[in-house]
């Protein structure tokens, strides 16, 4: 089998799992109990905290989540305190994101959103037309799980704060956190989502930061853990293995963006050599290295998805967390006509992926493009 729909998850890295067989059969203990094993735990996780902190450079707090979509949930909920004010998304975020803000607007909450370029990025001069002095929250994506387009959350940031500091910055950043730097500092961000098994971490483990002074009301209440604002016992063995997936990332980060850079560019070459009627859903130079979007004209995405499966090739069609919904959000915000959205394809490439294995798959997609439209 060839996997490449990383985007949608990727494979545990052996490091990570065998860390994490630590923390579930010997070190299990629950590290809110008072007991000297726990405690002890317990000091290991802060230490932790610490060290993502210092690794993408943020000041203030780490909160361990369930998952991204709990992170995104709780930085959106947790500050949306003023009905009067307004609350700003772009159209392209996560359904993690994008479903909340509706759910907002549902109940009176006054929510606008950013228009999008057609290369999937958001349209900043749009932004501004927007902000003034009623805006109490931002949320933009770092780069957009569909198309791999990336944002500036630098210039955005400093554009928000810029028309008033007191304007909460939320970015989900889920699909960057191995892909771009991250500088939660030099973004000066008030928060911040990623999630552990987009980088070859477990699934269940999401984190969210908080910048020092940022405040914001819990979501799920009980015992009080995560600093009172996400109770729920703690995941020990998922958060050793974020933390072990973290470092294998950035002390490789060079080397598999090579790799990602190469099977991107030996991909793309293939395909424009040999088809013709389709379009790349972002620009090369603003996107993510492991991601391509594709749509072709008059075809069904699904069904290409399907043929390539047959051959053990495994691709997506966009975001697995609205995979079941029809047409799509973000390429229609993109102003994709819907001709070319029906036939999208999402090729999203893993730190295990080779160039042989993308050449594999621009070889497959080309011969059944080319079956679907008779030549």
Partial sequence: MIYLDNAATTKMHDDVQLEMATYETQNYFNVSAV???????????DTIRA?????????????????????NNLAIYGSAKNKQATYIFSGIEHPSVYNVAQDL?????NVLYVNTLPNGSVDVNHLKTLLDSSVCFVSIMAVNNETGAI???????????????????????????GKIQIDLNSWGID????????INGPKGVGVLYIKSGVNINPHILGGGQEFGLRSG???????????????????NFGNIQKNLL??????????????TDYKLNSSLNYSVNNIISLSFKGLRGEVIMHMLAEQGIIIGTGSACSSKHSGNRVLSHMGLNKNYIEGSVR????????VTEAMDCAKALVIAVNTLKGI
């Fill in 51 to 71: 060290d993502i902190l210092k690794k993408l450079n943020g000041s203030g707090s780490i909160i361990f989540t369930g998952s991204a979509t709990e992170a």
């Fill in 347 to 354: 090729i999203s490439f893993g730190m295990f992926n080779t």
């Fill in 151 to 177: 944002n500036d959350i630098k210039s955005i940031v400093k554009l928000v704060k810029s028309v008033n500091p007191s304007i909460i910055v939320h970015s989900d950043c889920v699909q960057a956190l």
């Fill in 35 to 45: 007991y000297k094993s726990a405690v002890s735990l317990n000091g290991q996780i």
């Fill in 262 to 275: 190469d099977c991107k560019i030996n991909f793309l070459n293939f395909l424009e050599q040999n088809i």
């Fill in 191 to 198: 928060l911040c989502s990623f999630s552990a098994h987009k």
């Fill in 233 to 251: 016992t703690v995941n020990t063995a998922g958060i050793m293995g974020f933390k072990k997936a973290l470092d294998i990332t950035l002390q």
């Fill in 105 to 109: 607007k549902n109940r009176n909450y």
